[in-house]
């Protein structure tokens, strides 16, 4: 079993639609959870980071977590063109170590 | 923007040949991390520090090796490349100033081992 999983897609939305990217861990001592968007040929950058249980909102994103269910996610509202990307969990455990899932592709077709 | 520059941005070499990829950091982070990114694999830790002479290994640091003298670079280095170290290497910083801190990427140095 894989440390962190995601299904790599893609996913496709419509325009407008609601995007929801989806991320499981196996590590229960994790504590903190991150979303990144990476544009082919770039570098990941950081959107989200969550810590406790619930829901985080920034903007049009939204953060989820579930520690008893080892569940994140990341709901992405008024999806547009230019979040076509491929988004990467994320999940830090001990002191030094980040574990990175291997993205889902998001398409968000016009 | 976390002030992360890392050199060559590209660079083609030929199996054998020792190769050296610089991250230079301007604001004075301790946590500096090199990744490297392959399709289906997704970002793999190879080797990070936690100060100046301070490092460890990561997940696949076979065949790596790093150096870290000043706080601001942090040296990767393939003593002798191979066709399976092409890849896309990433360095990384770590603010510290939230809860778990989080992790900051440079924009990549594009290998390709011939």
């Known amino acids: 079993q894989k440390e962190v999983e995601q299904n790599s897609g893609p996913l496709s939305v419509p325009e407008g639609a609601i995007a929801s990217l989806n991320c499981t861990y196996s590590?229960?001592?994790?504590?903190?959870f991150f979303w990144y968007r990476q544009y082919s040929g770039k570098s990941p950058e950081l959107i989200m980071s969550?810590?406790?249980?619930g829901d985080k909102e920034d903007g049009r994103f939204t953060a989820q977590l579930n520690k008893a269910s080892q569940y994140v996610s990341l709901l992405i509202r008024d999806s547009q063109p230019s979040d076509s990307a491929t988004y990467l969990c994320?999940?830090?455990?001990?002191?030094?170590?980040?574990?990175f899932g291997t993205g889902t592709r998001l398409k968000v077709l016009a | 923007d976390a002030g992360i520059t890392q050199s060559p941005r590209h660079k083609v070499t030929e199996t054998g040949t020792p190769v050296t990829l610089r991250c230079h950091q301007t604001?004075?982070?301790?946590?500096m991390y090199w990744y490297r990114q392959d399709p289906g694999h997704g970002l793999r830790l190879i080797h990070y520090?936690?100060?100046?002479?301070?490092?460890d290994k990561g997940e696949v640091s076979d065949g790596y090796s790093v150096s870290r003298s000043k706080t601001e670079d942090f040296l990767l280095t393939l003593e002798s490349a191979t066709s399976s170290q092409t890849s896309v290497y990433f360095c990384?910083?770590?603010?510290?100033?939230?809860?778990?801190?989080?992790?900051?990427f440079g924009e990549g140095s594009r290998l390709t081992v011939l």
């Open positions: 604001e004075n982070h301790r946590y």
């Open positions: 969550i810590y406790s249980n």
């Open positions: 994320a999940v830090h455990s001990g002191t030094y170590k980040y574990i």
């Open positions: 990384a910083i770590r603010e510290t100033s939230g809860p778990a801190g989080e992790l900051f």
């Open positions: 520090s936690y100060g100046v002479k301070d490092t």
């Open positions: 590590d229960r001592v994790s504590q903190s």
